[in-house]
């Protein structure tokens, strides 16, 4: 495609249930990232994909959350047994060479509410 | 630690006029680059700016242009000729080696037509 996309725009879910994230990268881009924007809040890194290696998981802020990336392309973020807290805009961004220094470029995001 | 500070929480301009959004950044990394990102109420965070510190020229794209102070760890934005689809949130990030993009908390730019 042209762009990121990230699926859903929105979801609204109860405390306690489990979520699931999509993001489609650029078509050719090796590295995937996951970021968290809470309300009012810069951006913050949670997981990192490049290539075949072993995922960056450093940024993930509890057990709760896992992510995977499919064939290389797909990444789907995880949130088991949500908390209120966990609401967010959840970013997607892809980037196209080998290690960090390329661009980012960003997906609209998921706006995740947990009631 | 790396940070980034964004000491403007909100900024607004006339129309055609000229802003500067101000960053500052920590890191111990000799080689490293920098970004300004806008993020309108779509939540698409778009590149605006891109800047490598190895780089002694000011980047520049269009009516947006950056001041990058290596020695005083700066890295403003300057938006000339302010548009009204220039209104958004405005991010400046460092990314600094081999570790994750730091983002500031960002800036709101309102334009006054």
């Known amino acids: 495609g042209a762009g990121v996309s990230q699926s859903p725009s929105n979801k609204v879910t109860e405390k306690g249930k489990d979520v699931e994230l999509r993001c489609d990268p650029i078509?050719?881009?090796?590295?995937l990232y996951w970021y968290r924007q809470s309300l009012g809040q810069g951006l913050e890194f949670l997981i990192y994909?490049?290539?075949?290696?072993?995922?960056?998981k450093s940024g993930l802020p509890s057990d709760r959350f896992s992510a995977e990336r499919t064939g290389g392309s797909v990444s789907t973020l995880t949130i088991q047994r949500t908390q209120q807290e966990d609401s967010a805009v959840y970013l997607c961004?892809?980037?196209?060479?080998?290690?960090?220094?390329?661009?980012?470029?960003f997906g609209p995001g998921t706006r995740l509410t947990v009631l | 630690a790396q940070t980034v500070t964004q000491s403007q929480p909100e900024m607004s301009v006339q129309e055609a006029e000229t802003v500067t959004l101000s960053c500052t950044y920590d890191?111990?990394?000799?080689?490293?680059?920098l970004f300004w990102y806008k993020q309108p109420p779509s939540r698409q965070m778009i590149l605006v700016i891109r800047?490598?510190?190895?780089?002694?020229q000011n980047a520049t794209e269009n009516r947006f242009s950056v001041n990058f102070q290596k020695a005083a760890k700066s890295f403003s934005l300057k938006i000339s000729d302010s548009q009204l689809g220039d209104a958004a949130m405005y991010f400046c990030?460092?990314?600094?080696?081999?570790?994750?993009?730091?983002f500031g908390k960002g800036t709101r730019l309102s334009v006054i037509a």
């Open positions: 961004a892809s980037s196209s060479r080998q290690g960090r220094t390329d661009t980012q470029y």
């Open positions: 078509s050719g881009h090796t590295a």
């Open positions: 994909f490049q290539g075949n290696s072993a995922p960056d």
């Open positions: 890191t111990s990394e000799s080689d490293y680059y």
């Open positions: 800047q490598e510190a190895y780089k002694q």
């Open positions: 990030a460092l990314l600094p080696g081999n570790t994750p993009l730091v």
